[in-house]
């Protein structure tokens, strides 16, 4: 068994092709990195999606370029394709420049998406919404605002603060941009309450877990005083 695994290591093939897939596995864990974390949304997942298809039609082994190419579009049809081409567009650093000219992608169908949204999110027509796009599009007031420069990279900022002057597409955009893509943050607090509530402690009744509870709390901030006192 020994020599088996000392002759496979030694093959120079053996290097080459952890290289090889590397260069496969790489797209995938960077965008999982980027995805796990609490702050993703919309337009992260179709950035990441892009650079799998990109990386995808890179690769120079033809069969897995057509495996992935299928798995990919199949897996693009699954999904609600208008809300994340949304959050590309509604997001103020991209809008629709990054997309290659297609009847699909013009601005009258994305307001159809636009009031679809609004109406099944909100519950009510809009009124001002085509006005607000169009000032969108052409950089009309308030969008051509220099001091709007600072906040094009947080864009859930950018439209709390144009919520004033754009009240129905502000809405809209704050709304889709509070959309969180993932439950990482759920998944790490129940992670830290396992450590807490082990196996010997699951006999424990509910109010004494809460009594636990306060009784840890109640010391963290004798500490926190006293440390306060020292200091001071």
Not at 31 to 55: E, I, T
Not at 124 to 132: A, D, G
């Amino acid at each position: 068994m020994a020599s088996k695994i000392i002759s496979i290591i030694d093959n120079s093939d053996f290097w080459m092709n952890l290289v090889e897939l590397e260069k496969i596995l790489y797209p995938y864990c960077a965008a999982l990195n980027l995805l796990q974390k609490d702050k993703a949304r919309l337009y992260d997942v179709l950035h990441s999606f892009g650079y799998f298809m990109q990386c995808t039609l890179e690769c120079d082994d033809e069969n897995y370029k057509e495996m992935m190419t299928r798995r990919l579009e199949r897996r693009w049809k699954t999904w609600e394709q208008p809300l994340l081409i949304l959050s590309f567009f509604l997001h103020p650093s991209y809008k629709l420049q990054f997309f290659a000219s297609n009847p699909k992608l013009s601005h009258i169908n994305l307001n159809k998406w636009v009031q679809y949204y609004y109406i099944k999110w909100f519950g009510k027509n809009p009124t001002s919404m085509i006005r607000e796009l169009l000032a969108y599009k052409e950089k009309f007031f308030p969008f051509n605002e220099s001091s709007l420069l600072e906040l094009e990279k947080t864009p859930l900022d950018y439209w709390s603060f144009l919520s004033d002057s754009t009240p129905e597409l502000s809405q809209l955009a704050t709304k889709l941009f509070s959309i969180c893509v993932n439950s990482a943050s759920c998944e790490r607090l129940f992670s830290s309450m396992g450590f807490l509530h082990t196996k010997r402690w699951n006999k424990l009744n509910v109010s004494y877990l809460i009594f636990y509870v306060i009784y840890i709390l109640l010391l963290i901030i004798c500490y926190y005083n006293l440390l306060i006192s020292i200091l001071i």
